[in-house]
């Protein structure tokens, strides 16, 4: 399963635990991963919910063993993915906790999670296109401490002398702030750099050695 992150977009968040917002946003610029939603692009699934009655599930931060509540109302629109949702304060410490920095403003982000069905790889310089994607969940997250779980990750694999993917890197690249072109820039010639010259270096070590310190103290630095 994949996850998409959007700009919560909070229309009301009322004292009973229920607000309202856009889970998705169509078309517009790419996102990090170079990708857009297209109109229509849910339409299918949620109709599958529909003739099963059941919705999406309304998670905290992707995880299945934490969820916040319920979708009450789930319906694309021009704009994208328009939902109602219900936070079961009731339930626990930790409802009541996310429905407090939701009202406050402190947690701003939601994130979905879904299986590709249709695409349109990228082409001509245009973006790849989520034409129809299968709904599982969708989950209020907090954007930053998503981010620097990634960092974390790329660290520890760093740490114990794993080598990232191009891909991998350009994506991390991204999401600490560089521009797509800065991103590809940095990813291809210094990283593709490095790992050409580990596979005819007779000092493998050495330049092993060389690119962790050199992505290190980048993460340092983000």
């Known amino acids: 399963m994949k996850t998409k992150d959007f700009a919560l977009q909070i229309k009301a968040v009322e004292s009973d635990g229920t607000f309202e917002g856009y889970a998705s946003t169509f078309g517009g610029p790419p996102d990090a991963y170079g990708e857009v939603v297209e109109p229509g692009a849910f339409a299918r699934s949620l109709s599958d919910h529909q003739k099963a009655g059941t919705k999406p599930l309304l998670l905290w931060q992707h995880n299945s063993s934490e969820p916040l509540g319920r979708w009450l109302e789930l319906a694309e629109d021009g704009k994208g993915l328009r939902g109602k949702g219900i936070i079961e304060i009731e339930a626990g410490a930790t409802e009541q906790r996310i429905h407090r920095h939701l009202k406050s403003g402190n947690i701003r982000g939601l994130s979905i999670g879904y299986r590709e069905v249709e695409v349109e790889e990228a082409k001509n310089g245009k973006p790849r296109k989520l034409k129809a994607v299968d709904l599982v969940e969708a989950s209020i997250v907090s954007f930053a401490a998503n981010r620097r779980a990634r960092v974390d990750a790329v660290k520890d694999a760093l740490l114990v002398g794993e080598m990232p993917t191009l891909p991998e890197f350009e994506r991390f690249l991204r999401e600490a702030g560089f ?32 690119l962790r310190a050199a992505a290190m103290a980048f993460l340092k630095s983000t």
């Open 179 to 210: 521009s797509k072109t800065q991103a590809t820039a940095i990813a291809s010639r210094g990283l593709a750099h490095l790992l050409r010259s580990e596979s005819e270096s007779q000092d493998m070590a050495k330049v092993m050695a060389d």
